[in-house]
């Protein structure tokens, strides 16, 4: 089945840093989404991607769909320590329904 | 209610028992959605109802599990004969109509444990 291969596994930086994340997929997909999850709650959706090459900011956060629609990433400008958490990039097929999730990026924010 | 609610939030259970696991979606949403999350990974797909009917089941790993909605509101996913290799956090997501671009939102989760 579709797998996402989304890297780093986790970072650690300093508060007031840049992060990028990326994920990245052998099949082809026409949405690419992006959520973020804390420590006993469910995934919350951050960005939506539904065009090939379209970038998208929400606030801190920049999100691209890769133009191949095998790949995106995620920017989060100036990290504050909320930043923290797993984010999750997910992808769907065309005429599905049902996400496939990447592994999960960890961000930790030294202060 | 203002979200997705799931219940129970915790559940242990025996190796060899059958489980439920509850899900009220957000008021007025069609599309349902389960989705199992073992620890350290992303959330799995396991089936996605339009209205009362399981309109893609293909997530479902055996046939220990099943799930239902009857009424088109209320979802609750069985789990028979449970194993530890079940054990994993439940997620349960709404959205709008299920149509492509309405995204949906998860629920906070049951994290059921086999002993």
């Known amino acids: 089945g579709q797998q996402l291969n989304q890297s780093p596994q986790s970072m650690f930086i300093q508060e007031g840093e840049d992060v990028s994340m990326n994920c990245t997929s052998s099949?082809?997909?026409?949405?690419w989404l992006w959520y973020k999850q804390d420590p006993g709650e469910g995934p919350v959706l951050l960005i939506a991607?539904?065009?090939?090459?379209e970038l998208t900011s929400n606030g801190r956060l920049t999100a691209q769909f890769g133009i191949t629609r095998k790949d995106s990433f995620l920017n989060i400008s100036a990290s504050i320590p909320s930043d923290v958490g797993i984010y999750f990039c997910?992808?769907?097929?065309?005429?599905?329904?049902?996400?496939?999730f990447g592994q999960g990026t960890r961000l930790t924010i030294n202060p | 209610g203002a979200g997705v609610s799931q219940t129970p939030s915790n559940k242990v259970t025996e190796k060899g028992k059958y489980v439920e696991l509850r899900c009220d979606p957000i008021s007025g949403h069609t599309a349902l959605y389960w989705y199992r999350q073992s620890l350290g990974q992303g959330p799995e797909f396991l089936i996605y109802f339009q209205g009362t009917g399981a309109a893609d089941d293909s997530g479902l790993p055996n046939d220990r599990f099943f799930a239902v909605r009857p009424e088109g509101s209320v979802s609750t996913l069985k789990i028979q004969r449970t194993e530890r290799g079940d054990s994993a956090v439940y997620l349960c997501?709404?959205?709008?109509?299920?149509?492509?671009?309405?995204?949906?939102?998860f629920g906070q989760g049951t994290r059921l444990t086999v002993v």
């Open positions: 997501a709404s959205s709008l109509t299920g149509q492509l671009n309405t995204e949906a939102f």
């Open positions: 997910a992808g769907r097929i065309q005429g599905a329904q049902k996400l496939v």
């Open positions: 991607l539904y065009k090939a090459g």
């Open positions: 099949s082809i997909f026409n949405t």
